[in-house]
């Protein structure tokens, strides 16, 4: 069995881990919830959708039963785009050791 690992150097802040100033842009957009919003379908479930950066368009993301979890999906969202921004500092130090 052979098995490939690729390690990184977190020394170098250089080119944000090579992650595109187009994407960590995109990032920020999604991290903030004035550019989200819930719209109610037809069938009764209700569709969070985000705005594009770029053109003053809606894209749907997903459907839930109610408001509050959809709302509870967009803050999910907001999270985790949160955290990728977060991360490009770089590893945060949780403990060390003497």
Known sequence: MTYFYKTYSWGSQSEQQGVSE????????LADKKNW???QLPNGYFQTEYRNIEKDE???VTRRETVES?????DGSIEHYTKR?????GP????TFK
């Not at 959809?70 to 967009?74: H, L, T, V």
């Not at 945060?92 to 403990?95: C, D, E, G, L, R």
């Open 22 to 29: 187009k994407t960590i842009e995109a990032w920020k957009h």
């Open 92 to 95: 945060k130090v949780v403990k």
């Open 85 to 89: 921004i977060d991360f490009l500092k």
């Open 37 to 39: 919003r819930i719209v």
């Open 70 to 74: 959809a709302e509870a999906a967009i």
């Open 58 to 60: 809606w894209y749907d």
